[in-house]
Protein backbone atom coordinates (compact mmCIF):
# COMPACT_ATOMS: atom_id res chain seq x y z
CA UNK A 1 0.00 0.00 0.00
CA UNK A 2 1.40 3.49 -1.30
CA UNK A 3 -0.25 6.60 0.05
CA UNK A 4 0.32 9.41 -2.27
CA UNK A 5 0.59 13.59 -1.19
CA UNK A 6 1.02 16.63 -3.39
CA UNK A 7 1.92 20.10 -2.49
CA UNK A 8 3.40 23.05 -3.90
CA UNK A 9 0.56 24.24 -6.25
CA UNK A 10 -0.31 27.58 -6.33
CA UNK A 11 -0.80 30.69 -8.27
CA UNK A 12 1.87 31.52 -10.77
CA UNK A 13 1.92 34.12 -13.66
CA UNK A 14 2.58 33.13 -17.37
CA UNK A 15 5.95 32.00 -18.07
CA UNK A 16 6.72 31.66 -14.11
CA UNK A 17 7.85 28.56 -12.69
CA UNK A 18 6.86 26.07 -10.01
CA UNK A 19 7.94 23.12 -8.60
CA UNK A 20 5.14 20.29 -7.46
CA UNK A 21 6.09 17.46 -4.46
CA UNK A 22 4.49 14.17 -3.96
CA UNK A 23 5.73 12.52 -0.86
CA UNK A 24 4.98 8.62 -0.40
CA UNK A 25 4.49 6.56 2.45
CA UNK A 26 5.81 3.13 2.70
CA UNK A 27 9.05 1.45 2.28
CA UNK A 28 8.82 0.15 -1.02
CA UNK A 29 8.51 3.37 -2.73
CA UNK A 30 12.00 2.75 -4.79
CA UNK A 31 10.21 -0.18 -6.46
CA UNK A 32 7.18 2.04 -8.21
CA UNK A 33 7.27 3.73 -11.33
CA UNK A 34 5.90 7.13 -10.62
CA UNK A 35 4.00 9.33 -12.99
CA UNK A 36 2.04 12.98 -12.90
CA UNK A 37 -1.10 13.51 -14.51
CA UNK A 38 -3.47 16.62 -14.88
CA UNK A 39 -6.95 17.75 -15.19
CA UNK A 40 -8.20 20.76 -16.17
CA UNK A 41 -11.79 22.40 -15.92
CA UNK A 42 -14.24 20.63 -17.83
CA UNK A 43 -11.63 18.35 -19.46
CA UNK A 44 -10.73 15.18 -18.93
CA UNK A 45 -7.34 13.89 -16.46
CA UNK A 46 -4.52 14.15 -19.12
CA UNK A 47 -0.82 12.43 -18.80
CA UNK A 48 1.52 14.83 -17.85
CA UNK A 49 5.04 12.63 -17.00
CA UNK A 50 6.29 9.38 -15.67
CA UNK A 51 9.45 8.33 -14.23
CA UNK A 52 11.01 4.68 -13.67
CA UNK A 53 11.79 3.14 -10.49
CA UNK A 54 15.55 3.68 -10.73
CA UNK A 55 14.93 7.66 -12.32
CA UNK A 56 16.64 6.18 -15.45
CA UNK A 57 13.65 6.63 -17.81
CA UNK A 58 11.70 9.80 -18.35
CA UNK A 59 8.73 10.48 -20.31
CA UNK A 60 6.72 13.72 -21.41
CA UNK A 61 3.53 14.74 -22.75
CA UNK A 62 4.68 16.77 -26.03
CA UNK A 63 3.42 19.77 -24.44
CA UNK A 64 5.73 19.57 -21.85
CA UNK A 65 8.80 18.30 -22.99
CA UNK A 66 11.81 21.27 -22.39
CA UNK A 67 9.67 22.90 -20.32
CA UNK A 68 8.96 20.35 -17.12
CA UNK A 69 11.19 17.81 -15.79
CA UNK A 70 10.00 15.04 -13.74
CA UNK A 71 12.57 13.89 -10.79
CA UNK A 72 13.04 11.63 -8.14
CA UNK A 73 14.23 11.06 -4.55
CA UNK A 74 14.02 7.73 -3.53
CA UNK A 75 15.99 8.21 -0.08
CA UNK A 76 13.17 11.22 0.71
CA UNK A 77 10.24 9.02 -0.64
CA UNK A 78 9.37 11.89 -3.05
CA UNK A 79 8.69 12.91 -6.75
CA UNK A 80 8.70 16.46 -7.87
CA UNK A 81 7.93 17.78 -11.03
CA UNK A 82 9.62 21.14 -11.81
CA UNK A 83 7.55 23.28 -14.21
CA UNK A 84 8.91 25.90 -16.11
CA UNK A 85 7.61 28.59 -18.52
CA UNK A 86 4.13 27.95 -17.34
CA UNK A 87 1.46 29.44 -19.59
CA UNK A 88 -2.59 29.77 -18.55
CA UNK A 89 -2.91 26.01 -20.80
CA UNK A 90 -1.21 24.21 -17.76
CA UNK A 91 -3.87 25.46 -15.55
CA UNK A 92 -5.17 22.13 -13.65
CA UNK A 93 -4.82 20.08 -10.48
CA UNK A 94 -2.04 17.73 -10.58
CA UNK A 95 -2.30 14.37 -9.57
CA UNK A 96 0.67 12.30 -8.31
CA UNK A 97 0.85 8.23 -9.24
CA UNK A 98 2.70 5.38 -8.36
CA UNK A 99 2.70 2.45 -10.85
CA UNK A 100 3.66 -1.50 -9.60
CA UNK A 101 4.23 -2.06 -13.01
CA UNK A 102 6.68 -0.36 -15.66
CA UNK A 103 4.42 -0.75 -19.02
CA UNK A 104 1.81 1.64 -19.39
CA UNK A 105 3.02 4.24 -17.95
CA UNK A 106 1.20 6.73 -20.12
CA UNK A 107 -2.41 5.54 -19.27
CA UNK A 108 -4.37 6.14 -15.90
CA UNK A 109 -5.02 2.21 -15.89
CA UNK A 110 -0.86 1.65 -15.86
CA UNK A 111 -1.51 3.08 -12.08
CA UNK A 112 -2.45 1.54 -9.18
CA UNK A 113 -1.97 4.47 -6.25
CA UNK A 114 -3.05 7.94 -6.73
CA UNK A 115 -3.03 10.93 -4.85
CA UNK A 116 -5.41 13.65 -3.95
CA UNK A 117 -4.13 16.26 -6.20
CA UNK A 118 -2.69 19.99 -6.10
CA UNK A 119 -3.77 22.90 -7.71
CA UNK A 120 -1.49 24.67 -10.14
CA UNK A 121 -3.12 27.74 -11.59
CA UNK A 122 -1.41 30.18 -14.22
CA UNK A 123 -2.76 33.29 -15.15
CA UNK A 124 -2.00 35.53 -18.24
Known amino acids: QVQLVESGGGLVQAGGSLRITCAAS????????MGWFRQAPGKEREFVAA????????YYRDSVKGRFTISRDNAKNTVYLQMNSLNPEDTAVYYC?????????????????WGQGTRVTVSS
Open 51 to 58: ITWSGGST
Open 97 to 113: AAAMGSGGLGYETGYDY
Open 26 to 33: GRTFSSYA
